[in-house]
């Protein structure tokens, strides 16, 4: 650690590869930081026992070390087993970035009572491993399973991650939502209330036109749509400029009628309060019934803490407004060097562009937030896609795909209704709304619970006896005496001939309920087991001719018998 420090002395005034907000770097190849590394005594070949050294049970007496400076070792030698792993494969890989950055301090230091500004910031040196392939921490993992099944919402274009991990997946399936097409309205505006269009690129948003636009058309989806509405933004400084501007021209008052309104903070303690306080809010609305659209407007931001994780089911989001397109920063030194190093191995390694790895991650950020409204079977909301960029090449009225849409997942993709103007967009969002009011998806009804036997029972007697009652005394009667007579003689011919032709002695009719018989069967039946003859020739082998005689016999004589002993076609 002190060799590292020491490197970092030597190397911090030439950081002049990048600046941004604040801070300055220099970046440092695999190749170079392990030579780098070799110098300072950090090798391959002692690596071992250098971790030895940590991993050891250190004496009671002996100093111990803290936690902070073994995590930070722990995950120094993490990055350094990579680097060295199967003969240093991976160190083109990586990139090494010796970064400074002003931050702010914990806490400032206070004159006379006052926090002096220029206190509550220092200057901070860090060195960054950043892996570029994502390979490098898959591959233990692809090369110890038998299989890997990767699910998520967000897989689709698969083909990137096919590239990224470097595995070849032979099955792929993009399948559509479980909810019908009427329980989702997926629309795409490119103009706001006024007509003026909505285009959140970074120059245009920082427009008050833009901005007053926007606040117009969240103030009209608010008075359409009950329950919670999210809203998602590329930036919390978009989602800031947004907050002051509504403020100061009293959009956001106006909101505040109809819904509570909320923002996404930073702060997980804070972020943590308001959700309780979010999910509380909608589910009062819910109880009170109130006769004005209730619920709560939540402005969030893309890759942020309400677009990921949390379920927001049923009434929590009737709606999810997204506006602009969430590209990262473009001028972020991670984004510039993973795009570059995309385009260096695209042809080698079979990576995408790094045009086409920027475009996805753009569009992974916005179907995940997108993903908040519709959480369950018969869930429904509305998806309000604004940015005049959604329509472009794209008729009015109709679902072409056009550059912008392509990256949308297939649930999305394929449902996107593209408004002529703001005013066909309103109708048609309250339209789906109202529907959905009056006929919300609900599971089909269960069977009514299945009756006890005793009413079962009691409710057949009832139906027998009413219909018996509508018959004439006289015929009932007649019918019941003959079928009584034709059943007695049609058995009592029956029994005799089968036990004639089986040989079955008196003891096994115990059909009859004869206590003495019963008692007498007893006594046979025990006999009849302990005597293999007469087992023998109470069960005969299937399938000899002599069964085969035997049943034709029994049919035969089981038809004469019925044709001379029924009586009921003489009778009719």
């Known amino acids: 650690m002190s060799a590292l420090n020491g490197w970092i002395e030597e190397n911090k005034d030439n950081l002049s590869d990048y600046t941004d907000y604040g801070s300055s770097g220099k970046i440092h190849t695999g190749t170079e930081i392990i ?8 090798r391959r070949d002692n690596f071992d026992g250098l971790v030895s050294v940590v991993d050891v049970e250190e004496q009671e007496d002996e100093k111990r070390l803290s936690s902070v400076p073994k995590t930070v070792l722990e995950n120094l030698f993490l990055v350094l ?15 090494v970035a010796l970064v400074k950055e002003m931050v702010k301090k914990k806490s400032g230091q206070k004159v006379d009572g006052w926090i002096n500004r220029k206190s509550g910031m220092e200057l901070e040196f860090s060195i960054n491993f950043w892996c570029l392939n994502p390979a490098v ?11 890997i099944i990767l699910t998520s919402g967000t897989l689709s274009p698969m083909s990137s991650f096919q590239s990224e991990l470097g595995v070849a997946f032979k099955i792929h399936l993009e399948a559509n939502h479980v909810i019908d097409k009427n329980q989702i309205f997926v629309g795409t505006v490119g103009q706001g209330p006024s007509g003026k269009p909505l285009l959140a690129t970074y120059q245009h948003t920082s427009s008050w036109e833009f901005q007053d636009e926007l606040g117009e058309l969240v103030l009209n989806v608010c008075h359409t749509v009950p329950g919670g ?9 978009m989602l800031n400029k947004l907050l002051e501007r509504w403020q100061n021209t009293g959009v956001w008052h106006e909101i505040g009628k109809v819904k509570e309104a ?14 309780v306080h979010f999910y509380a809010t909608i589910k009062n609305t819910q109880m009170e019934g109130a006769g004005v659209v209730g619920g709560v407007f939540f402005m969030a931001v893309f890759r942020g803490k309400v677009s990921e994780g949390l379920d927001f089911t049923d009434d929590n989001a009737r709606a999810v407004i997204s506006v602009g397109i969430p590209y990262p920063n473009v001028k972020n030194i991670q984004v510039d060097l993973k795009k570059k190093y995309n385009d260096s191995f695209q042809r080698s390694r079979k990576l995408l562009s790094g045009k086409e790895w920027y475009d996805i991650q753009a569009y992974r950020a916005l179907n995940q937030a997108l993903g908040r409204c519709i959480r369950h079977r018969y869930d429904w909301g509305a998806l309000i896609l604004v940015d005049m960029r959604f329509q472009r090449g794209s008729s009015a009225g109709g679902q072409q795909y056009n550059y912008y849409t392509r990256g949308l997942s297939k649930w999305v993709r394929n449902k996107v209704i593209h408004h002529r103007n703001f005013s066909t967009a309103t109708k048609s969002l309250k339209e789906f709304v109202d529907n959905m009011m009056a006929n919300p998806p609900k599971p089909p009804e269960m069977p009514s619970e299945v009756l006890p036997a005793t009413s079962l029972e009691s409710t057949s007697k009832e139906k027998i006896q009413s219909f018996a009652s509508e018959k004439s005394d006289a015929l009932h009667e007649v019918t019941d005496s003959i079928i009584q007579t034709t059943n007695t003689k049609v058995n009592s011919t029956l029994k005799s001939e089968m036990m004639s032709s089986q040989n079955i002695s008196p003891c096994d009719r115990l059909q009859e309920n004869i206590p003495e018989d019963q008692k007498e069967c007893t006594s046979a039946a025990a006999s009849s087991k302990d005597s293999p003859s007469n087992h023998d020739q109470s069960e005969p082998r299937h399938g000899s001719p002599s069964n085969e005689s035997s049943k034709e016999n029994d049919e035969s004589k089981y038809s004469s018998s019925q044709a001379t002993t029924n009586p009921l076609k003489k009778k009719r």
């Open 262 to 275: 909320m923002t996404e903070q930073k702060k997980g303690e804070d972020f943590e309060r308001d959700m």
């Open 81 to 95: 087993r990579f680097l060295f792993f199967e003969n240093m494969k991976y160190k083109d890989d990586y990139r």
């Open 137 to 147: 921490a898959f591959s233990p993992i692809s090369a110890v399973t038998h299989s």
């Open 229 to 237: 509405i999210l809203c998602f933004l590329p930036s919390y400084a």
């Open 35 to 42: 030579a780098i590394f070799e110098d300072l005594g950090i």
